[in-house]
């Protein structure tokens, strides 16, 4: 693996980040218009494609665009919001809508644009600076508007416990488009300012699902903090309801916060993990009683996951397959003689002599590995550092093979993953072999949701920040053409639900 420069070594965290947590064309003057991109194959099992054990590099670039595909018409619904983070078509026919750095839930009219505040939490969440955490991820309540008494709204936050950053899950009960009630589900949750996750659904089963990321643990400015990904609670930590070990994980939750019965045993220990060893699964949902995810990778290897109960998914030991390509376990936390005397290199193959390191290998115990990495599997050797398309060591992050997955929605057959980085919409296969990339414009895709009627497809981008996207060919840029935006554009479902 080639080393990165000293100048990219140093670059701020918050710059960096935003290579974890875009392609396309323009857009002005509150409308724009986007192409739909060629099929392209992501199978494990073709060749050009993530293939375990393969010493071909697979990292598909973007897909060319075909002269043929008709252009695609996206409309601004609605802008001037606080980095949605959420967002769901109510049985209302209304957009609800949680606002990360903006503290609030919003609804908003499909048709006119028009924004009612649902709850407005200021001075109560917490949003730091261009960070991860604020008002995150959301639920309805499967009997949501039906007038049964079950009118809840299930929501994430961040907010401040003496001088450390927690987050906490809890429920809202909805009357004429507002919500108030608070009751808390489970509290005292990690919380940090990078790598929340914190997406939120409620399962068949009638148990609160929970994706909660690694908090950035032996990662940029955070590189000093052991990762917990591995890491399991113990039945002392949880009879004291110490969650301090939820990093990494998908939890499994009663309604009222306690720990469902038939959870599984974990090292002998029943706690809310369902599942653990994840970096920042940013995308969850559920197509009928299976659970999948979208995982932002480090500098390679997104990962599109099928959750298994009491499933380890290998990080930070291992990312994407088990491999021993461009992955390396860099144990920063660990390094001889304090991790304070030594400097952070993000390139996982270059840390000085003092960090342990292993190969992804050496990892034995038994782990799920992806459906997918959507072509950002890479060789050894690929070049991190500056290219012609990315030629300032600032913002050479901008090129590494990672397409930054913002969230999971499935409808009926379609499994969509935005893009923060690309600025697309990845339409899946359920198996992943297979993806499209549709509606590129230059802007950070968060999430999306879809009409009753499955002809519109609603997209949420983020608002304007030290965050940069894939621009005209590539370059990076932080111009966004629609910050803190819903967009409109036409969809059909393959499968009406």
Known sequence: MRKLPAA????????????????????????????????????????????????????????????QTPKTPVKVVADGLGDPYEITYGPDGQLWVSEKSGLKVTRVDPQSGAKTT???????????????????????????????????????????????????????????GRLSDEQPVLTGLPGHNQHQSARLRYGNDGKLYYSIGDQGHNYLADYCLPNHAQD???????????????????????????VPEDNPELNGVRSHVYAYGMRNPDGMDFAGDTLYTAE???????????IEQGGNYGWPDVAGWKDDKAYVYSDWAQASGGCQNVTYNPDPASPPAQVPTTQENAFTQEMVPPLSTYGTTVDSGHNFGPTQVCPD????????????????????????????KNGTVFKLSKDGKSYQELYPTVNRYRD??????????????????????????????????????????????????
């Open 118 to 176: 649902a709850l407005d939490l200021t001075g109560k969440a917490y949003h730091s600076q261009d960070g991860q955490d604020g008002v995150l991820g959301f639920a309805l309540h499967p009997d949501f508007g039906k007038n049964q008494g079950s009118d809840y709204l299930y929501l994430a936050y961040t907010y401040k416990n003496g001088d450390e950053s927690a987050t906490k899950i809890v429920r809202y009960t909805a009357q004429d």
């Open 8 to 67: 990219l070594a140093l670059i701020p965290a918050a710059a960096l980040v935003a290579s974890c947590s875009g392609n396309g064309g323009t857009a002005s003057g509150g409308s724009t218009a986007a192409q739909q991109a060629a099929l392209v194959t992501a199978d494990p099992t073709q060749p050009g494609s993530p293939q375990p054990g393969s010493t071909q590099s697979s990292y598909a670039q973007t897909p060319t665009q075909s002269a």
């Open 448 to 497: 999306v949701t879809l009409s009753a009627d499955g002809k519109t497809l609603y997209i949420a981008t983020d608002s304007e920040g030290q965050h940069m996207v894939r621009g005209e060919g590539g370059t990076p840029t932080t111009h966004l053409a629609n910050p803190g935006a819903i967009l409109a554009v036409p969809y059909e479902q393959a499968t009406k639900q």
């Open 296 to 306: 932002n990778g480090p500098l390679t290897d997104d990962e599109y996951n099928r």
């Open 232 to 258: 399991l609670p113990t039945a002392a930590q949880v009879s004291a309801s110490d969650w301090s070990l939820y990093q990494g994980k998908v939890l499994r939750i009663d309604p009222d916060g306690s």
């Open 393 to 420: 060591p600032a913002s050479a992050y901008m090129c590494w093979p990672t397409m930054a997955p913002g969230s999971l929605k499935v409808f009926g057959d379609d499994i969509l993953v935005t893009s923060m």
